[in-house]
């Protein structure tokens, strides 16, 4: 079928009208999440589309020139977007740099009509191009706006492309904007697809991107930074079925900092809490990116080393208390010194050890840590296991205590 391009321009771009001015209304409320940009982009839109509409009953400088000069510009706000969302800096004179070559152009070929409608076209293309690739690097893989705005940049390539096709094999007078036949009704109506995913997609992104925010402070410490106990205990349970599924080792330590309190009394609030980030950077720091740290309560942080021998439990943590203990934490002007006791559970774990079992087992170990006389880690024994009633004999089953 089709239909009459001046008719699907108006309705192109009284939609993206209506889009404009809702994204605009509630974009004014948070600035950084990137709706307003978005609802500029659509005005850009539908003024350009307006433009076109225009085409042969308006001066050519305004249906062609600025049309395609304001598409550009709607283009670039959609990248621009893409930035605003994920939270990176606004290179803005890289964004808007087509949209001013497009200005360049159109000025400067706006007498001719092959030269003017191919330059007006690559500019989109390489705009389109762009979107795909910064939504390729920056846009987090497993989203669904990702997908909504590869596939939509990608149809408005094709669009753009058959464009390309036509005005090259001689066709430049079937793609005037006037003008109504089937290749300006599958061109335009991919157009129309276009500014719809596109816009979509950066909505569908800016919502994926609070609900991930949403979802990190729920599972993050306030103060650190690191896994809080609802967090750390959920990793906790994965770890423990993983180890238990491939039989492999899983060493649970209880971190405490020594006379924490005192350090409060003595130095005041602010300053425990600047020993306690300075105690997780140095802990964070030095294990691997497979181990897990959160903060348990307190002073008291939660470690996980998956795939790690008791042996070589006790070297990794044993340490790290030295390495506290040898960077004291400063406040102003003042240093704290600081020392961390440990207790560490290290199994193979089977059907009856459970995330409480080890926690218990890691926190008596710490305990006894605490009674040495601190700054020492405690490696809790193996736990003696009972089959059938009968008896077994567990050999090394003393703490070794560093």
């Not at 005192?262 to 300075?278: F, M, P, R, S, Y």
Request: hydrophobic residues 50%.
């Amino acid at each position: 079928m089709i239909a009459h391009t001046p008719t699907l321009f108006a309705c192109v771009a009284l939609v993206a009208t209506i889009m404009a001015f809702c994204l605009i209304l509630v974009g004014q409320f948070n600035q950084r999440d990137g709706l307003l940009t978005i609802g500029f982009g659509l005005l850009a839109h539908a003024l350009a589309y307006i433009g076109y509409t225009l085409y042969g009953h308006a001066p050519l400088w305004l249906t062609y020139g600025a049309a395609n000069t304001l598409l550009a510009v709607a283009l670039a706000f959609y990248g621009a977007s893409v930035f605003r969302i994920v939270e990176l800096r606004v290179r803005w004179w890289r964004i808007f740099a087509p949209a001013a070559l497009m200005l360049v152009l159109m000025v400067s070929l706006i007498g001719t009509l092959e030269p003017r409608m191919l330059a007006a076209t690559l500019v989109l293309m390489v705009q389109c191009a762009l979107i795909i690739y910064w939504t390729c690097r920056y846009v987090p893989a497993q989203g669904r706006a990702r997908m909504l705005l590869i596939i939509g940049s990608s149809i408005s390539l094709i669009g753009l492309g058959m464009r390309v096709i036509a005005i090259i094999s001689g066709g430049a007078a079937e793609m005037r904007y006037d003008v109504s036949n089937l290749k300006q009704t599958i061109s335009v109506s991919i157009g129309t697809f276009t500014a719809m995913m596109i816009s979509l997609g950066l909505v569908l992104l800016a919502k994926e991107r609070s609900e991930s925010l949403f979802q990190r402070l729920a599972l993050r410490d306030v103060l650190t930074g690191i896994l809080n106990r609802r967090a750390v205990l959920e990793q906790f349970s994965k770890e423990l079925e993983r180890a238990r599924r491939d039989a492999s080792y899983l060493a649970v330590a209880m971190v405490d900092i020594d006379h924490f309190k005192q350090i409060n009394d003595v130095h005041g609030h602010l300053a425990g809490d600047e020993v306690i980030c300075h105690c997780v950077n140095q802990l964070t720091q030095r294990i691997r990116e497979s181990d897990s740290i959160g903060r348990y309560g307190g002073e008291e942080f939660l470690v996980l080393l998956p795939r790690t021998s008791p042996e070589n439990a006790v070297a990794v943590l044993d340490q790290l208390r030295r390495a506290v203990a040898e960077s004291p934490a400063r406040f102003g002007e003042a240093s704290i010194p600081l020392r961390i006791s440990i207790g560490v559970c290290c199994v193979v774990p089977n059907e009856d050890d459970t995330t409480a079992s080890l926690l218990a087992r890691a926190d008596a170990a710490l305990y006894e840590a605490k009674g040495l006389g601190r700054n020492t880690l405690c490696l809790a024994p193996p736990q003696v296991h009972r089959e059938n009633t009968a008896p077994v004999t567990s050999l090394g089953t003393e703490r070794e205590c560093r």
